[in-house]
């Protein structure tokens, strides 16, 4: 079965310092993988995508995120944190093949930013 | 320009009344989607619709009734509302069932008293 999990639900950097945020697939089929960000009552916006090309993907904001299969890993980093990067952030793992798939969420992973 | 609205931004009633989220997006995609997010930040996907049929159903009430008048349109309506039902729900879209990204309106609170 398809899953997702966020290895971290909070995490708590200086500004100015590097961002990790964790997380690990699990997936039959050759994943298609995302982070998405939700700012305090916000909607959901993607951040980057991993479909099967590129295994280092760079996303907005200063966001990128590597796959790594033989980790069934897409850690999601950034070199230096911002006050505005303070956000719940989404791993997401698509289901299925094809047309077929569906969206599975991890259960976030809330970033918090000290001044 | 907002590419998916949701009215009302928040919501709420007591138990056992019947409740509608409106969702509309202009982006022209084909395909829309209904998100309920839990008190614990958890997001599921509820149904899906494609050129105004229903995709995914997945095990969610029957109290609850996706209705698309047409492709920009995706209601979510709600019969005899329960104090579980209480959460965020997201409506989203994207291009067709084959895209990937999927776009996300600001979410609809609702609380069942």
């Known amino acids: 079965a398809q899953s997702v999990t966020q290895l971290d639900s909070h995490v708590s950097v200086s500004e100015g310092t590097p961002v990790l945020l964790r997380c690990n697939y699990s997936?039959?089929?050759?994943?298609?993988l995302f982070w998405y960000v939700q700012h305090p009552n916000k909607g959901l916006q993607l951040l980057l995508k991993?479909?099967?090309?590129?295994?280092l993907v760079k996303g907005i904001n200063g966001f990128e995120a590597e796959f790594k299969k033989s980790e069934t890993s897409f850690h999601l980093t950034k070199p230096s944190a911002h006050m505005s990067d303070a956000a719940e952030y989404f791993c997401?793992?698509?289901?299925?093949?094809?047309?077929?798939?569906?969206?599975?969420f991890g259960k976030g992973t809330k970033l918090s930013v000290k001044p | 320009d907002t590419a998916v609205s949701q009215t009302p931004k928040y919501l709420v009633t007591q138990m056992g009344n019947d409740k509608s989220i409106k969702c509309e997006q202009n982006l022209g995609h084909d395909t829309m989607y209904w998100y309920k997010q839990d008190s614990k930040k958890f997001l599921k996907i509820m149904f899906s619709?494609?050129?105004?049929?229903?995709?995914i159903n997945e095990t969610v009430p029957n109290r609850f009734s996706p209705k698309s008048p047409d492709k920009a349109h995706l209601n979510l309506h709600i019969n005899s509302l329960e104090l579980g039902d209480s959460a965020v729900y997201f409506c989203?879209?994207?291009?067709?069932?084959?895209?990937?990204?999927?776009?996300f309106g600001p979410g609809t609170r609702l609380t069942v008293t």
């Open positions: 619709y494609n050129n105004k049929e229903l995709i």
């Open positions: 997936s039959s089929y050759s994943p298609s």
């Open positions: 989203a879209s994207s291009q067709d069932l084959a895209t990937y990204e999927q776009y």
């Open positions: 991993y479909t099967s090309a590129a295994t």
């Open positions: 997401v793992v698509r289901v299925g093949p094809g047309s077929q798939g569906n969206l599975i």
